[in-house]
């Protein structure tokens, strides 16, 4: 039981004012409901979307460059593989000269590899440009997935031979 002191009553006293003041509607606080700029409204989206501007020249160009250079790169890879492959399988794990001549070739091929990969990254940097600048993209997504498809079958061969020479 509760002894009913001044400074109980003091305290009682202005925890009612408190929880009063908190509970009561006033003006002089702002109201925590949705208004009305905060509901959602119209279209989803830019109010004038932007159309992309189409590839320059010059970008058109610098794609089929690159195109080619990752091409030129994935024969001379296509080219050495098989003489690479049969090396590893006749190294077969086992450190000797012929060994040491399936390494050296395994590394003319991550060579050839990443010529490749040199292409996809400067198409990839054209793309990331034509993005910021928006620019269309279309030619230059086709361009990265045949160079990427380029790359997936050069990482599928290296593992292949990696493997044989274990």
């Known amino acids: 039981m509760m002894l009913k002191t001044p400074l109980n009553l003091c305290l009682c ?3 009612s004012a408190l929880t009063m003041g908190c509970a009561g ?3 002089i606080y702002p109201s925590l409901a949705v208004r009305d700029a905060e509901r959602a409204s119209g279209l989803n989206g830019p109010a004038n979307p932007i159309a992309p501007s189409p590839i320059t020249a010059q970008d058109r160009a610098r794609i089929g460059d690159l195109v080619e250079q990752a091409r ?3 024969r001379a890879f296509e080219a050495a593989q098989p003489r690479t492959a049969r090396l590893a399988r006749a190294a077969g794990g ?3 000269d012929s060994r040491a ?3 050296v070739a395994v590394a003319n091929l991550s060579t050839l590899r990443g010529q490749t990969t040199v292409a996809l990254a ?3 940097r054209l793309a990331a440009q034509a993005a910021t600048q928006l620019t269309a993209t279309d030619e230059i997504d ?3 997935s045949q160079v990427e498809a ?4 050069q990482d599928n061969a290296l593992t292949a031979i990696e493997a044989a020479l274990r």
Request: hydrophobic residues 50%; proline residues 0%.
């Open 150 to 153: 380029m790359v997936s079958a």
């Open 142 to 144: 086709r361009a990265q």
């Open 25 to 27: 509607s006033s003006d």
């Open 122 to 124: 400067s198409l990839d």
């Open 94 to 96: 086992i450190e000797s």
């Open 13 to 15: 006293a202005l925890a």
């Open 72 to 74: 030129l790169s994935h």
């Open 101 to 103: 001549r399936a390494l």
